[in-house]
């Protein structure tokens, strides 16, 4: 179910057996959801890969070269 209904925002609350402390949820429950709204989206932060990866990526392009240069035709050695 949504909670936006054409422009109205609806929050029900049926917890407590009181009106009035429902009503009190209810708002509370509105307050932290415009909290959470307003709170700038947490950013993610780039890191640098390890010197152990950077290492083995180079050693499988290397392999990788390797491996392919050994498909080329030989050249002209005559």
Do not use: C, F, Y
């Not at 209904?5 to 932290?32: C, M, Y």
């Not at 909290?35 to 947490?42: D, G, L, Y």
């Not at 640098?48 to 050693?59: N, Q």
């Amino acid at each position: 179910m949504s909670r936006l209904a054409g422009t109205v925002l609806t929050i029900s609350a049926a917890e407590h057996r009181s009106q009035r402390q429902n009503r009190v949820a209810a708002r509370e429950r509105l307050s932290a959801l415009i909290r959470e709204a307003v709170m700038p989206p947490s950013i993610r932060r780039s890191t640098k890969p390890t010197k152990g990866s950077r290492r083995r990526r180079l050693d499988e392009k290397h392999r990788r070269s390797e491996t392919k240069s050994g498909r080329r035709r030989p050249t002209g050695q005559d």
